[in-house]
C-alpha cells in the first residue's frame, strides 16, 4: 500500500476558504502562516471560527506577498458577493462583519505570552458539555469523540482559550486524510456530496488499494513526507463545520451525523511535527 501527496492546503484566516499550493516548508508549527489570521467575536471578545460564525466558510483568503502584518503576510479576502478586500484596507471590519452577519474584527496573530488576546471571555452559561456536545453534533445518547490524542494540558489550554496560545489552530499544526477514508465516507453516505474542502486538511494523500480510514492506524508512529517527518498524534474528532455550506458545497447534515454515527465523530488524523522539511504534490509517504 503506497501513498503519495496529492493536495497541499494553507488557510490564510481560520474558517475561511483556503489556498491550494504546488510545494511548502514544514516548520515546527506547520504550513507558514497556515491559519495566520482569525476573526474576533466584538460582543465576547473572544477568537471564533465557523463553529460560532458558519459564514466564515463562504469567504476565502489567500496571501498578498507586498506587506506584512507583524508575523504574518497581509491577505486579501473574497467576500461572498465576490468582492475584494484586503487586510490592511480601512473597511475590512465591517466588511467581514457584515458577511459574517455579526461584529467582528479581524486580528493577525499575535505572541503567545498575549493570553487575554486567546482566551474564551465568554464561557457557556450552563454545562460546559452540553456546548461541546453542540459543537460536535452529537444527539442525547451519542457518545463524546475519542480525545484520546490530546494532553491533558491541551485540553485544559482548549477549555480556557480560543486556541492553542500563539496559534489559531484548532489543536493541532497538521491535519491528514486520505482519499480512502473519503471513499469510505461516501460508501456509508453515498446521498452526500463529499469533497475534502469539507475537512480543511493540510495534505490530502492518494493511494492505490487502501481501504477504509487507514490513516487512524497511524496514530502514535511517525510518518516521513518529503523531506519532513511527522508524529501522529490523534484521530481528529468532527464538528459542525463539515456540515456548513461553503462555495459549491450546499449545508448537508448527513456529512457530520454519518461521521458520528459510524466512525466515532473521527475522520483523519493530527499531527506534529518531528522534523522539519519541504512538502511537495507527488511525494511519498513512508510510514515507520
Request: charged share 25%; net charge negative.
Amino acid at each position: 500500500m503506497s501513498f503519495t501527496v496529492k493536495e497541499i492546503w494553507r488557510y490564510p484566516v481560520k474558517s475561511m476558504q483556503g489556498e491550494k499550493l504546488d510545494a511548502c516548508a514544514v516548520s515546527p508549527l506547520g504550513i507558514p502562516y497556515d491559519r495566520g489570521w482569525a476573526v474576533r467575536d466584538e460582543k465576547t471578545q473572544t477568537i471564533r471560527g465557523a463553529k460560532h460564525l458558519p459564514k466564515l466558510m463562504l469567504c476565502a483568503a489567500r496571501y498578498v506577498n507586498d506587506a506584512m502584518a507583524g508575523a504574518v503576510p497581509h491577505v486579501e479576502i473574497t467576500l461572498p458577493g465576490g468582492e475584494r478586500i484586503r487586510s490592511d484596507a480601512p473597511g475590512i471590519h465591517a466588511a467581514v462583519s457584515e458577511a459574517v452577519g455579526r461584529e467582528v474584527t479581524l486580528w493577525p496573530l499575535v505572541a503567545a505570552e498575549n493570553k487575554d488576546h486567546y482566551r474564551i471571555h465568554e464561557q457557556p452559561s450552563g454545562d460546559p458539555i452540553d456546548e461541546w456536545r453542540r459543537i460536535f453534533a452529537l444527539g442525547p445518547e451519542d457518545p463524546m469523540p475519542d480525545l484520546g490524542g490530546f494532553s491533558a494540558e491541551l485540553l485544559q489550554e482548549l477549555i480556557e482559550y480560543a486556541s492553542p496560545l500563539g496559534t489559531y489552530f484548532d489543536a493541532f499544526p497538521i491535519n491528514l486524510l486520505t482519499e480512502s477514508s473519503l471513499r469510505h465516507l461516501q460508501n456509508l453516505a453515498p446521498e452526500a456530496v463529499l469533497d475534502a474542502r469539507r475537512f480543511r486538511p493540510n495534505f490530502l494523500l492518494a493511494d492505490d488499494t487502501a481501504a477504509g480510514v487507514v490513516e487512524e492506524a497511524w496514530v502514535g508512529r511517525q510518518l516521513r513526507i518529503g523531506t519532513a517527518s511527522l508524529d501522529i498524534s490523534a484521530r481528529a474528532p468532527r464538528c459542525v463545520m463539515t456540515s456548513h455550506a461553503q462555495p459549491g458545497l450546499d449545508r448537508d447534515p448527513t456529512v457530520i451525523r454519518t461521521i458520528v454515527r459510524e466512525l466515532e465523530s473521527c475522520l483523519s488524523v493530527y499531527a506534529t511535527v518531528a522534523a522539519p522539511g519541504a512538502v511537495t504534490i507527488g511525494d511519498a509517504i513512508v510510514v515507520a
